[in-house]
């Protein structure tokens, strides 16, 4: 009843909050814009960047969902260059903090780095993926994966 009366919520909770309480929202009358990754591949929700799709604001079931951030400036600059002269792919690389993936693997970083500095070894339990069986270390380190990877070869980070 929380969504009684309310016209627009911004929802970035996280994914499973979202997944949970937007359509509760919906059902109430309430517009939801999502800003977390539960809605994004979901083909009955529209993934609008108002600089380059701003139609399909108007084509939503409720829920309006965003792509993440990297994504949203890259397409809003790339929408110019799209339009003039046409685009066929574009291969993007980001790279992004530990602190992306909670306190808990900020925590891990800050103690690796710290073992490792007294000749420790560092024990890694979290990254990239705290739900996988293998991790790597984190402190002096690059891991080229975020979250898992799917089907398709690309991980849950790359999709979104």
Known sequence: ????????ELFSDGGSVSQSVAPEAVKRGAIVI??????RMDENTPLVV???NEGDLHKHNGI?????CSTIQMVAALEPIRKA?????????????VSGAGNEAAKELYSQTKAILNNEPAEPSIMPVKGDKKHY?????????????QDN????????
């Open 64 to 68: 309006i969902a965003n792509p993440n």
């Open 137 to 149: 270390q984190i402190a002096f380190n690059a891991i080229p994966q975020i979250d898992k990877f």
């Open 85 to 97: 002269y046409g685009l066929k792919k574009v291969i993007v690389s980001t790279y992004q903090a």
């Open 50 to 52: 108002p600089e380059v």
């Open 1 to 8: 009843e929380s969504f009684e009366g309310v016209h627009t």
């Open 34 to 39: 999502d800003n977390t990754s539960a809605f």
């Open 153 to 160: 070869g690309y991980t849950f980070e790359e999709m979104k």
